[in-house]
């Protein structure tokens, strides 16, 4: 049971280049996160999905595409890298919801440069 | 809106001390969910634990214990008898009944001396 991954583990992208980061859970959990953690920030919400075809905007969406086609996976697409996108990425899901424990992938080190 | 404050950015603690972290929410729900959350060194995610609104029973878990207070919008979070492998970054996170969000603070970074 693998649980939460993301892919890559770490990615260096200049400035303007678009990406794909993976994330697949074989949990079937209905609902996934994408966060991002800065130095000082926390983990900031940027898009989010209750279950296949329907995705919602967190806190920081913008630069960011998200889509859940199926169960098992919720891509974060960067269309056009920026440097202020320089981050960790976290995936995360949850079984039932928000108000049940949080799964989390291994994070994705992200370099726009 | 949803809201978590994590006053507390570094904290260094001797070994053996106890230690509590802060964690201040705010909601305009009356059912909620608070969660404390681990981020070791290794840089992964790891479950705490997990309290809803209605149950402000405080919970101890080894040398871990958590302290519910809805009376001040608070969920502090101790350690007793620190040890360096609890050197680690610790969130503190809140979703409410009414959204599918999980909002988290900034983390308080915990450094514990050997």
């Known amino acids: 049971n693998a649980g939460v991954t993301q892919t890559p583990k770490f990615q260096v992208l200049k400035t303007g280049q678009s990406m794909t980061l993976q994330c697949a859970q074989d949990?079937?959990?209905?609902?996934m996160y994408w966060y991002r953690q800065d130095p000082g920030m926390g983990l900031r919400l940027i898009h989010y999905?209750?279950?296949?075809?329907?995705?919602d905007q967190g806190e920081v969406p913008n630069g960011y595409n998200v889509s859940r086609s199926t169960t098992e996976d919720f891509p974060l697409r960067l269309l056009s890298a920026a440097p202020s996108q320089t981050s960790v990425y976290f995936c995360?899901?949850?079984?039932?919801?928000?108000?049940?424990?949080?799964?989390f992938g291994q994070g994705t080190r992200l370099t726009v440069v | 809106a949803q809201k978590v404050t994590q006053a507390q950015t570094e904290i260094s603690v001797v070994e053996k001390e106890d230690v509590t972290l802060d964690c201040v929410y705010e909601?305009?729900?009356?059912?909620?969910?608070l969660f404390w959350y681990k981020q070791p060194p290794s840089g992964e995610l790891v479950f705490l634990i997990r309290?809803?609104?209605?149950?402000?029973q405080n919970e101890i878990s080894g040398r871990y214990s958590w302290n519910f207070q809805k009376s001040t919008s608070s969920f502090n979070f101790t350690i007793t008898a620190s040890q360096v492998v609890d050197s680690a970054v610790y969130f503190c996170?809140?979703?409410?009944?009414?959204?599918?969000?999980?909002?988290f603070g900034k983390g308080t970074r915990l450094h514990i001396l050997p």
């Open positions: 996170a809140l979703s409410e009944n009414r959204d599918d969000k999980i909002i």
């Open positions: 309290r809803n609104s209605f149950d402000e």
């Open positions: 909601t305009r729900d009356t059912t909620y969910y």
């Open positions: 999905s209750v279950g296949a075809g329907i995705t």
């Open positions: 995360a899901s949850t079984s039932r919801g928000a108000n049940t424990e949080a799964f």
């Open positions: 949990m079937n959990h209905e609902y």
